[in-house]
């Protein structure tokens, strides 16, 4: 259907939030994170801050939908077009059907220009037929199909089994409250380099660049940020603070840390709790987080990190895949130790929205023995009375409590203690372990399970 290779960015799309919108879900189609996708090209494309907005609505939105998206257009799209040209019809149904502000002939006047400088008069002609037909016929109404499993699936753009795997283990109640929720865009925290700074002074300087700033209800180091990119901030770039979701900053507290504890931080990449955990440190002291990542690259992203927030001096980064630990690491060296474990990250739904579409529920079995053999694998490294806090960012039993259970069952020297929070928050169970659900706090779903070495 396209003419030549139009892979190449013209100058006239780098102005354009909604060409540029389609070139992002492009890649993410092809693989890329949404998140790191969105931050390159709003880097690299020339879009004021409304258009900047506007992208990031439609490559989140139209993902976020694909599948209610793709049900709508199936009557109307008959045999194989290109990728982008399906990107550019569902960014404008999405458009119609979700955004308030855009009338509808202006949708249509900027998906037909598109189609035209992109593709060719064919295209055009394509596009233009199928956006007067779905105005024409209207979209199908989701309330008429019949299985409730399905009609979910579709109106919350979920894959069934996922929804079958949260209905079984939630409920219908908790899963319905949970999808109404994963669509809604993420909220922009950052946590509090204490290193530095407090939460008060790093709100002020926030505040005086233009940021409007809420406390968090989740943890007292995090801000909750809006109308502004927080990386491109003076407060980001002198490491007052850095780009953390709430609930993640709830595993280091429960550390029991001191300022000469050495801790191990198991599967550490990007560097966010390595970098929460030695702000409870000091060099001067002894105290150093030793951090492990399986990938060269990311092993130095933890040490830019931590030295953009100036606690380098007691971060130890290597590459070493947590599983051979002891390769390292003799016994009993380890006065905490913190698993953030590799995971399936169901619970970042609203900030990966790809992500629901790419992973089965065998996947999550698989990580369920991966998260296992890390943590037989850095059991011994840790003293007699030390911390084992374990987390992950799903919300599947298989990757949570089940792991636990598997851990205990093997290592009956350690026992669960209460995972604390400062804000008393709701999720922990009946055995101390905390779980926070998308729809909880508007953060992303975690689990946490604390457990204290014993003998």
């Not at 865009?185 to 409007?212: D, H, I």
Request: glycine share 6%.
């Amino acid at each position: 259907m396209s003419k030549g290779n139009n892979t190449k960015i013209a100058t006239w799309e780098m102005t354009n939030a909604r060409a540029m919108a389609i070139r992002a879900l492009e890649k993410v189609r092809q693989g890329a994170y949404s998140n790191l996708q969105l931050n390159q090209v709003i880097q690299t494309a020339k879009l004021d801050e409304r258009d900047v907005h506007l992208l990031t609505t439609l490559v989140y939105g139209v993902i976020q939908h694909r599948l209610t998206l793709e049900y709508w257009l199936a009557p109307f799209v008959r045999g194989k077009i290109d990728p982008w040209v399906k990107e550019l019809l569902m960014s404008a149904v999405f458009q119609m059907e979700y955004l308030d502000k855009v009338p509808t002939h202006a949708i249509f006047d900027e998906a037909i220009q598109i189609a035209k400088r992109r593709g060719h008069d064919g295209v055009r002609k394509f596009v233009t037929g199928v956006l007067h037909a779905i105005e024409r016929q209207g979209l199908a109404d989701l309330n008429e199909i019949e299985d409730p499993i399905e009609r979910l699936s579709i109106q919350a753009s979920l894959p069934i089994w996922l929804i079958n795997q949260l209905q079984l283990e939630l409920g219908m109640e908790k899963t319905v409250s949970i999808t109404e929720k994963i669509n809604q865009a993420p909220a922009q925290s950052a946590r509090v380099n204490l290193a530095l700074t407090t939460p008060e002074l790093a709100t002020e300087q926030l505040k005086k660049e233009g940021f409007e700033v809420t406390p968090s209800q989740v943890s007292p180091d995090a801000l909750r940020l809006n109308h502004a990119h927080v990386a491109s901030s003076q407060a980001f770039i002198n490491g007052l603070v850095t780009l953390q979701d709430e609930s993640a900053m709830l595993m280091v507290p429960n550390l029991g840390l001191t300022p000469n504890s050495v801790v191990l931080d198991a599967a550490a990449a990007p560097g966010g709790k390595t970098t929460q955990i030695a702000t409870y440190l000091s060099a001067e002291l002894g105290g150093r987080v030793d951090a492990l990542d399986i990938h060269d690259h990311k092993v130095q992203l933890i040490m830019q990190n931590a030295e953009r927030l100036k606690v380098a001096d007691r971060v130890f980064a290597q590459k070493l895949d947590a599983r051979q630990v002891s390769t390292k690491f003799v016994d009993n060296v380890f006065d905490a130790i913190l698993v953030d474990a590799p995971c399936s990250g169901f619970g970042l739904l609203r900030r990966k929205p790809e992500i629901r579409y790419e992973k089965t529920y065998a996947d999550s079995q698989k990580l369920h023995q991966i998260q296992v053999d890390i943590l037989n694998a850095v059991a011994p490294t840790l003293k007699v009375g030390g911390m084992l806090v374990y987390g992950t960012c799903t919300i599947l039993k298989s990757e949570n409590e089940d792991v636990i259970d598997e851990f205990l069952a093997q290592h009956p020297d350690f026992e669960i203690c209460e995972t604390k929070t400062a804000f008393d928050l709701k999720g922990i169970d009946a055995r101390g372990m905390l779980h926070i659900f998308p729809d909880d706090y508007d953060s992303d779903g975690f689990f946490i399970a604390t457990l204290r070495k014993n003998q």
